[in-house]
C-alpha cells in the first residue's frame, strides 16, 4: 500500500469523479487515469439544470472546464458492473476489465424513479437528475404545457416550480408532508419558502399525494390525488429524491446500501467487517462518512461543495502512502438555491435541530439569518438574502459554539430561542 | 519616531514609500492594541474571519451616548464623524450597517449589471488610446496626470451619466473628498471646511442631474437608480453617487500607477505582459494582493470579541490593515515576492464579506486594458524617480506622481 500508484480509476465521471482527477493531477500523480461514466457526456455540472437550462438561458451542455494536460481516459456510457476487489480491477458493460493500484467510488446518485413502471412511461412524466433529463424537460417548456405538476417537497421541486413561473406556466406542487423543504430548513423557513411560492402563484397543496395518473394514448392527460381532487395536465416532474448507485458493488464486499459506501474518516471505503478495503476511496454523493461536527455520526451530504472538497482529500489520501500523512474529511456541508428571486444558503446540518433562533433580519422582511441549535451547540445556520454573514456562523459551527452563537450584533432582533 | 504605536508611523507620510516593513512588525500580534485603543488587524486568517463577523460595524456615527471616547487623537480621527450635519443625511452603504447598507447596496448591484460592466471595456480601450495618443514626441510624462487619473474619471462620468463637459469640475470634487477617508489628512480644519464646500457642490450639482434623468431617463446608473420603483431618496441618491465617484476613480488611479510603477521594478514581468497579454487578469490579481489601492478600512466592535488569544473590547475603533493580510507568511509563500504565477492568491485586495469592493469587476477591466496598453505601445520606458512621490493618504495610497522617461509611443 505504501508504494506508489501508477494506474488510478474512477468510476463516476461527474463533478466528484473529475474534481478528484484534476486534484490527482495537481498533486503531481503521472501515472495512469481512467475515468468510467455511466452516462455518455463529459463531467458536466449540474446546478444550472433546474435553473437556467430549463429557462432556455444555458444549453444542456454545462460540460465542466478541463485542464488541456489531464491526461486522463474517459470511458463513457459504459457503467461499471462489478468490483473485483482481491484482483484489484473493475469489470464494465463493455466487458472490459480495468486493472487499478487505487480506485475511486464517485458513482453518485441517480433520480428516484415514479414507482409505477406504467405511469413512469406515459410521455409527459419526467424526472430531473441528469443533463438528459434537463434537455427533455427543458423541451418540453418550450411547448408551453398547460400547467406542470411538481412532485416533491425538496429543492428540485421548489426551483422547477420557481423556473415554471418564471416562464409563466401554471404550476401545482404536491408536497406529501404537512411542511416543505422541512428536512433541510426545518418547518419554520420551509414554511416562509412555501408562503413565497404560493405568492408567486404556485397551487402548493400539502399533505397531498398522487392515487393515479391517466393517459392518453400513451400521453399524461391528468392525475388524481389521494383526497380526490383531479387535475389535468400534460406535464409531470417526480422530483422525489434520489437512489446512490450502489448495486454494482453488490457481491464486492463493500459495506454499501441505500444509505450510501460506507467510509472512513480518510475517504478509504470499508469492507463488512469494518477493515478498510486496501486502495479503495469514496467521494461525493455516494460516500457515507463520520461526520466531525456530529460526533462522528455517518452522513452522506448531496451537495456540491462536499463533491469538490471530498474528491480532494480523497485524491491526497490515495497518493499519501500510509494512514499517517492522510488527511480527514472535515468539510462543512454547505448548500444553496436560488428560487423565487430568493437566494438560500445553508451551512452545517440541520437534521436533530432542537432549537431555531433569528439572528439578523426578519421572517417578516424575509431577509434573515437562522441559526440552528441541537443540545446547546451551533449546528447550522441558513441565509435567506444575507449570504455574507455565512462565514461567522460557520466559523461557530465548526467550534461548535454555544447556542445562540453570536450576541449583540449588527442588525439583530432581540434573539428569540424557537422551535425549528 | 519612538514613542508612537505602530500604527501612528503608518499614518505618517515619512513611511508611505515603504509601508510593509512596518505591517511585518504588527503582523508580530495578529491583533494589536495600540496605546490608544485602537485594535489593528493585519493576519490574514485573523482578517478573513473578522471581515464578516456581524459583531464589527461599519457604521461611521456610533452612538455618542453609547459610545466612549478615549480622546486619542488617532481614535478620535478615525471615529468622529466628519462633517456631522451632512453626514447624518448623506451616508453612503459603506459606511453603514444592514439592513439599509444591504438595500442601498442592492439597488447600486442592480444597476451594476455584468453587460453594463463588460460594456465598458470597449469604452475603456478607447479612452486609452486616446490618451495614449496624446504622449505622442513627448520624452517625459507622468502617468498620474497624464493617465491614471483621466482614465477612470472618464469611464465612472460615463457609467453614472455625468456629461463629459462637467468631469473636469468631477475630478477637483472627487479629489477633495477622498481626503475625508484618510485620518491623517481629514483632521485639519481648513481641511474640513473645504470638504464641506465641496460636498455641498457636488451635491448641488447632483440634485439637478437627478431631476433632469427623471425627466429624460438615459441609459446610465444614475438614471436607473433616480428612476426605480422603491428607489432611494435623494439623500442617499447623492451619498450614492459620490461614493462611486470617490471609490470607483481614486483606487483605480492607485491600481494602475501602481501596477506600471510595480512592472517597472520587474522589467522581466513587464515583457512578458508585453508578449502575453493573456496573462493580464492573474497579474492584476497578484498586483491586488501585492501593491494594493486599498490599505486600510475602519470598523467599531459592538461587543466584546475574543480573536487569536486576545479580546477586543466593546466599542473598540478595529483596524482591517488589508495590505498587511495580503503580505501574511502564513497565508502567502514568500510573500514579498511579486509572483502573478501564485497558484492560490486569495487576497483582500478588494475586502470582503458584507462590503467587498462593488467596482471590482469594472477595476479589474480598466486595470487590464491600462496596463496591456501602456506595455504595448510605451517604447522604452523607464522610471526617473524610484521611489515616486506618494499622496499623503495611508489609506488609499498611491503615488501623487509617476514620471517615466520615453523613447516614443507605437500606434494603436
Known sequence: MTTRPERIVIVGASLAGHAAAHALRERGYAGSLTLVGAERHRPYDRPPLSKQVLRGLYSADTTLPCHPDLNAEFRLG?????????????????????????????????????PNPEEAGLAGVFTLRDRDDAERLGAHLRTKPQRVVLVGGGFIGFEVASTCRDLDIPVTLLVRDAVPLAAALGPRLGGLIGEVARERGVDLRLES????????????????????????????????????????????????DAGGLRCDAFCRALLHDGRVAEGVFAAGDVARWPNPYDDDALVAVEHWGNARAQAETAAANMLAGDASAMRRHDHLPDFWSQQFGLTIKLVGLTEGADALAVVHGSLEERRLVAAFGKAGRTVAAAAIDSARWLPAYKAAIRERAPFPPIEDAVDQPRIRVQEP | MSGSTLFEQILDPANRANPYPLYAELRKAPVARQADGTYVVSTHAELARLISDPRISSDDLPDPQKFRWTGHPVTDLLVRPVRAEIRKRHRPFIFRDPPDHDRLR???????????????????????????????????????????????????????????????????WATQLATALEPNQRGDEENQAKNEVCFNEIADYLQGLIKEKRKDRQEDILSDLANEKEGMNDFDLIATAVLLLVAGHETTVNLITNGMLTLLRFPEHLERLRAEPETAPRLIEELLRYEPPVHYRTRLALTDIPVAGITIPKDAPVIFLLAAANRDPIRFPDPDRFDPDRPDNRHLGFGGGLHYCVGAPLARIEAEVALVSLVRRLKGVSLTEDPPPYRPGASLRGPRHLRLALEGVAGE
Open chain 1, 209 to 256: 399525494e398522487i392515487e393515479r395518473m391517466e393517459g392518453q394514448a400513451g400521453r399524461l392527460a391528468a392525475v388524481t390525488l389521494k383526497d380526490g381532487a383531479r387535475i389535468e395536465t400534460d406535464c409531470l416532474v417526480a422530483a422525489i429524491g434520489t437512489l446512490r448507485n450502489v448495486e454494482w458493488l453488490d457481491g464486492s464486499g463493500l459495506e454499501a
Open chain 2, 106 to 172: 442592492g439597488q447600486v448591484m442592480r444597476c451594476f449589471t455584468p453587460e453594463r460592466v463588460r460594456g465598458m471595456r470597449a469604452k475603456t480601450q478607447a479612452i486609452t488610446d486616446d490618451l495614449i495618443g496624446k504622449m505622442q514626441g513627448k520624452s517625459r510624462i507622468d502617468l498620474v496626470d497624464d493617465f491614471s487619473y483621466p482614465l477612470p474619471v472618464t469611464v465612472i462620468c460615463e457609467l453614472l451619466g455625468v456629461p463629459p463637459e462637467d468631469e473636469a469640475q468631477f475630478h477637483g
Open chain 1, 78 to 114: 459504459r457503467p461499471a458492473t462489478r468490483l473485483d476487489l482481491t484482483g484489484r480491477a473493475v469489470e464494465c458493460e463493455d466487458g472490459s476489465r480495468l486493472p487499478y493500484d487505487r480506485l475511486l467510488i464517485a458513482t453518485g446518485t441517480r433520480a428516484r424513479p415514479w
